[in-house]
Nanobody
Framework: QVQLVESGGGLVQTGGSLRLSCAAS????????MGWFRQAPGKEREFVAG????????YYADFVKGRFTISRDNVKNMVHLQMNSLKPEDTAAYYCAATSSGGHIRSLSTYGYWGQGTQVTVSS
């Protein structure tokens, strides 16, 4: 099993940037595809970005394309989400997730391992 711990959240003004990090431990990190999801109050958790085992392929939700970048470091067992041009509607708790299954990388149900989340608040 893999354990995930997110960091890097905080309060930022509209147009600002944040870099979220997720540290993985407990298992061979390169065996897992990784994803970032977010959940705003009163809303369902939604897919933000995903990356394959080697970092060759990246996947993004339409609402973050061109603004967010996912990356991973299989030596340091880390996955990052660089968030630029932040908007108030990006305010949410952001969760790192890992999957060793073959399901769709954008699907919530594909992921079996989750971090505790880190809060991102974008002020207008």
């Amino acid at each position: 099993q893999v354990q995930l711990v997110e960091s890097g959240g905080g309060l930022v003004q509209t147009g600002g940037s944040l870099r979220l990090s997720c540290a993985a431990s407990g298992s061979t990190f390169s065996r897992y595809r990784m994803g970032w999801f977010r959940q705003a109050p009163g809303k369902e958790r939604e897919f933000v970005a995903g990356i394959d085992w080697r970092g060759t392929y990246e996947y993004y939700a339409d609402f973050v394309k061109g603004r967010f970048t996912i990356s991973r470091d299989n030596v340091k067992n880390m996955v990052h989400l660089q968030m630029n041009s932040l908007k108030p509607e990006d305010t949410a708790a952001y969760y790192c997730a890992a999957t060793s299954s073959g399901g769709h990388i954008r699907s919530l149900s594909t992921y079996g391992y989750w971090g505790q989340g880190t809060q991102v608040t974008v002020s207008s």
